[in-house]
């Protein structure tokens, strides 16, 4: 999404994560996506680099806003997200790889950042001020997974202001545009032009 808001195009090499190619683990040893190889062999293998990288170059509607207290708090969300709550949303997702607590136990883990997004939200139309920042395009597709565990469940329970955050970003242009299918990649495919 931030590539795509950017106006930031790449070369994509979609990948099977079952399946991964040699090349991808030749630039990025740890063997996750996203990842960005440049001309000169430097590599970008972490998603928010990859958003600062891309918002570095063009940003119109300063997802990564000029204020100090606005950047901080982008930061610390973004890190609640990347360093406590994927953990939890992987056992959610995944409880019997983790069978030392339930899938409902481990729902109750994440809830706790959900409640912490649902009070930000009720003060704000986005997660740090009345626009898109760069922390809901790095959080939302997170949410978007742990709300997709159990759909019925997400839809009932007292989170308005979150629903209504994630529905918005699931209808919109910038993510729908990007949620296309692509065939893996192999040695042989044509180059393809992303976004």
């Known amino acids: 999404m931030a590539l795509k808001y950017a106006g930031v195009s790449v070369y994509l090499r979609e ?3 079952r399946n991964k190619p040699a090349a991808l683990l030749q630039y990025s040893p740890k063997g996750t996506v996203p990842v960005i190889v440049f001309s000169d062999g430097s590599v970008i293998d972490e998603s928010r680099d990859i958003m600062l990288w891309a918002l570095s170059i063009n940003d119109p509607e300063q997802w990564l806003p000029k204020q100090a207290d606005l950047c901080a708090q982008i930061n610390w969300l973004l890190d609640k997200n990347d360093f406590e709550f994927k953990a939890i949303l992987d056992k959610y997702k995944y409880p019997d790889r983790y069978p030392e ?7 109750a883990f994440g809830e706790q950042f959900l409640m912490l997004l649902e009070a930000r939200l009720s ?53 729908t545009s990007m949620m296309q299918k692509y065939v893996p990649w192999t040695e042989n495919a044509e180059p393809i032009l992303f976004p």
């Open 15 to 17: 990948v099977e994560l």
């Open 101 to 107: 607590k339930t899938a409902l136990e481990y729902r």
């Open 123 to 175: 003060q704000h139309w986005f997660l740090v001020s009345d626009t898109v920042s760069m922390a809901d395009i790095g959080i939302f597709p997170f949410i978007r997974q742990f709300a997709e565990v159990d759909r019925a469940w997400f839809e009932q329970a007292n989170y308005p202001y979150l629903q209504a955050w994630l529905d918005y970003f699931l209808r919109s242009d910038i993510f």
